[in-house]
Nanobody, 119 residues
């Protein structure tokens, strides 16, 4: 089993910054791709960012240039530095770990952490 626990969410003013962290435990390995997704009311869940065990990163268009993902593979943690936050960034942010075997994805999810950007 894989368990993911997010932390760092909260309320921030537009233009501010937050740093989210995700701690993984259980039967996790360094070969998992890890990332962040977000889900706002009335919208579908969308990709924020992913990072492979080799350090390759991918960002959604709406956050590119503002957010930075990083990981400490040895400690099984992944972080998301969020700068220049906008009200439209308001959502529940979920940590994800994915392992692909023979073309089939196996996903594990955290409980989510609320990020609210408001004056």
């Amino acid at each position: 089993q894989v368990q993911l626990v997010e932390s760092g969410g909260g309320l921030v003013q537009p233009g501010g910054s937050l740093r989210l962290s995700c701690a993984a435990s259980g039967s996790i390995s360094s070969s998992y791709t890890m990332g962040w997704y977000r889900h706002a009311p009335g919208k579908q869940r969308e990709l924020v960012s992913t990072i492979t065990s080799g350090g390759s990163t991918n960002y959604g268009d709406s956050v590119k240039g503002r957010f930075t993902i990083s990981r400490d593979t040895a400690k099984n943690t992944v972080n998301l530095q969020m700068n220049s936050l906008k009200p439209e960034d308001t959502a529940v942010y979920y940590c994800n770990a994915r392992l692909v075997l023979f073309g089939r994805p196996y996903d594990y999810w955290g409980q989510g952490t609320q990020v609210t950007v408001s004056s």
